[in-house]
């Protein structure tokens, strides 16, 4: 199962492990804590990064204390502290904070930082009914060795990840695990379409997904639709095989949808279709 639903019942509203997951790199958490809460957690072998996603917080990494903010995720870019391995980090919440928390091996080569939305690079990517905001939160040539964390917000009637791509070492591809967070705008109404799908061997699975749901994406290609009436928002986590500058290199499209990207002007087709 590769789709979970919040655990509103506890401050740990997700959590994915290797072990749980069945993969080799990322964990990822989602924490939610109330006013002048603490969370503390060691990074042992790993490199970290922390994403806000609403609320104040003080940050302390072993003598260095941070300041995590954001109002919301809708209204605007996180920031994201970078953490080395064998560390400890400690979140103390001044109003109620909820960030993701993620990691993956690394052998310590950079320092703890914290980026700023302002340093992050921003675009408009795709065309057509396939347009998205999508932030590079901490990718190449930002320094981590395995994490790569982008922000997405896509506008309700559109498309992500189209011309759909995969990670997996298929047809030469690089391999890379990766989580998808979503917030969705109606919380209550709103509502999200993420497939993920492999053509060798085959493998086709497709979920409905509502705010604060969590989808796992192991293999495979992996589109998202938003349907008119939803604003998405989605964070996503990856790591795998690739390593410091390597974290740069392109994903595979699937070649039967990859002639998008010459034709984004034809998209979407005139109405009416037919003639009467």
Same mark, same amino acid.
């Given at each position: 199962?590769?789709?979970?639903?919040?655990?509103?019942?506890?401050?740990?509203?997700?959590?994915?492990? #290797?072990?749980?997951?069945? @993969?080799?790199?990322?964990?990822?958490?989602?924490?939610?804590?109330?006013?002048?809460?603490?969370?503390?957690?060691?990074?042992?072998?790993?490199?970290? %990064?922390?994403?806000?996603?609403?609320?104040?917080?003080?940050?302390?990494?072993?003598?260095?204390?941070?300041?995590?903010?954001?109002?919301?995720?809708?209204?605007?870019?996180?920031?994201?502290?970078?953490?080395?391995?064998?560390?400890?980090?400690?979140?103390?919440?001044?109003?109620?904070?909820?960030?993701?928390?993620? %990691?993956?091996?690394?052998?310590?080569?950079?320092?703890?930082?914290?980026?700023?939305?302002?340093?992050?690079?921003?675009?408009?990517?795709? %065309?057509?009914?396939?347009?998205?905001?999508?932030?590079?939160?901490?990718?190449?040539?930002? #320094?981590?060795?395995?994490?790569?964390?982008?922000?997405?917000?896509?506008?309700?009637?559109?498309?992500?990840?189209?011309?759909?791509?995969?990670?997996?070492?298929?047809? %030469?591809?690089?391999?890379?695990?990766?989580?998808?967070?979503?917030? +969705?705008? #109606?919380?209550?109404?709103?509502?999200?379409?993420?497939?993920?799908?492999? +053509?060798?061997?085959?493998?086709?699975?497709?979920?409905?997904?509502?705010?604060?749901?969590?989808?796992?994406?192991?293999?495979?290609?992996?589109? *998202?639709?938003?349907?008119?009436?939803?604003?998405?928002?989605?964070?996503?986590?990856?790591?795998?095989?690739? *390593?410091?500058?390597?974290?740069?290199?392109?994903?595979?499209?699937?070649?039967?949808?990859? @002639?998008?990207?010459?034709?984004?002007?034809?998209?979407?087709?005139?109405?009416?279709?037919?003639?009467?």
């Amino acid at each position: 199962m590769h789709h979970f639903k919040p655990n509103r019942a506890s401050n740990i509203v997700h959590q994915v492990t #290797p072990a749980s997951a069945g @993969w080799k790199y990322l964990d990822f958490s989602v924490i939610s804590l109330a006013a002048g809460e603490t969370y503390t957690t060691d990074t042992k072998t790993n490199e970290v %990064g922390v994403v806000p996603l609403r609320g104040t917080a003080r940050a302390r990494v072993t003598n260095e204390t941070f300041s995590l903010f954001r109002s919301d995720v809708f209204r605007e870019a996180g920031q994201a502290l970078y953490v080395p391995p064998r560390r400890t980090i400690t979140v103390t919440s001044e109003t109620a904070f909820e960030f993701a928390i993620g %990691g993956a091996p690394a052998e310590g080569k950079y320092p703890t930082r914290l980026f700023s939305p302002a340093e992050m690079r921003h675009e408009a990517r795709g %065309g057509g009914a396939a347009r998205r905001h999508v932030c590079h939160t901490l990718s190449y040539p930002s #320094p981590a060795e395995r994490l790569i964390l982008f922000e997405v917000w896509v506008p309700g009637g559109m498309w992500a990840g189209i011309p759909p791509h995969c990670h997996d070492g298929y047809a %030469g591809s690089p391999y890379l695990e990766e989580t998808y967070y979503y917030r +969705i705008d #109606p919380p209550a109404e709103g509502f999200a379409i993420h497939r993920n799908y492999r +053509i060798e061997p085959p493998f086709d699975e497709t979920f409905t997904v509502r705010d604060e749901d969590l989808v796992l994406v192991p293999y495979g290609f992996h589109p *998202v639709a938003v349907p008119p009436g939803s604003n998405v928002y989605f964070l996503n986590y990856l790591a795998g095989d690739l *390593v410091d500058e390597q974290r740069k290199a392109p994903m595979y499209d699937d070649p039967a949808f990859v @002639w998008i990207k010459q034709n984004w002007a034809t998209e979407p087709t005139d109405l009416p279709m037919l003639k009467f």
